[in-house]
């Protein structure tokens, strides 16, 4: 597998934070990018990667939900990949949570929200509440 700079260099550094996910290692979808992709101890689907498509830029997803670090006018890749690494650690230590919100078992909106906080309702474009729910790493989280 050929990575680009930037891949290779967030790679590094995400070894270095989480030796145990080098087992996990996959081509990315976009030239010179990797994935990083397995199941939660909740069973839930968790993904690490870089993209170069519009940008070169981590992709954190977890179930249905991503997040992007890094990216944007600006970015200082250093500290888009210590980010990236500290949303890893607070997702893993359960800080962070992802609530998911459904209309009619389709997934329309998710967010990270931290552990034992409210979560408001979401109410769809005709006023119905969707369905929420609460993603963890592990399931006593």
Not at 60 to 71: A, N, P, R, V, W
């Amino acid at each position: 597998m050929r990575l680009g700079d930037y891949s290779k260099r967030f790679l590094a550094v995400l070894l270095d934070a989480f030796p145990e996910f080098k087992e996990h290692i996959a081509e990315g979808q976009d030239e010179g990018c990797f994935e990083v992709k397995f199941f939660a101890p909740s069973n839930v689907v968790f993904r690490v990667g870089t993209e170069s498509l519009i940008a070169d830029r981590i992709t954190i997803g977890f179930d249905l939900y991503h997040c992007h670090s890094g990216g944007w006018d600006g970015s200082i890749d250093e500290k888009d990949f210590e980010d990236a690494i500290q949303y890893i650690r607070r997702l893993m230590c359960g800080e962070y949570q992802i609530a998911i919100w459904l209309r009619n078992e389709t997934y329309i909106l998710g967010e990270t929200i931290e552990r034992d906080k409210p979560v408001e309702p979401r109410f769809g474009r005709n006023g119905e509440e969707l369905t929420l729910t609460i993603k963890a790493w592990n399931l006593s989280d």
